[in-house]
């Protein structure tokens, strides 16, 4: 997160069945896997948006890299797993109003 730019993930159900997400958080120095957040259900041609404020307070492991890591990288990597959809990384720039998706930018690969 950074000041005046919060962000959040669309996560978009494709499928033709109602099914959660699992978004999957990895180091982005040294690609360990640091911790999972399962999203309630999504249901078809449905989406759902979260900040990253909401998600670090609901995954303990993000609040804990950003505190003990050694290496003090503050970012991470995130993977959409377990649904048929995508994910989208969207940036809001308060200052103008302007969302920014910045998907192209991350990676949020799906397996």
Do not use: W
Request: charged residues 20%; aromatic residues 6%; contains cysteine.
């Amino acid at each position: 997160q950074i000041d005046g730019y919060p962000s959040r993930i669309r996560i978009v159900n494709t499928g033709t069945a109602t099914e959660p997400g699992v978004l999957n958080f990895y180091n982005a120095v040294n690609g360990r896997s640091i911790g999972a957040y399962t999203t309630p259900d999504i249901p078809p041609n449905g989406s759902l948006e979260i900040t990253l404020e909401r998600i670090e307070a609901l995954v303990p492991e993000l609040q804990d890299l950003k505190i003990t890591d050694n290496t003090r990288s503050y970012q991470y990597n995130v993977r959409l797993e377990g649904l048929t959809g995508y994910a989208q990384h969207i940036i809001e720039n308060t200052r103008s109003g302007v969302s920014l998706d910045m998907s192209p930018k991350c990676d949020l690969g799906v397996r």
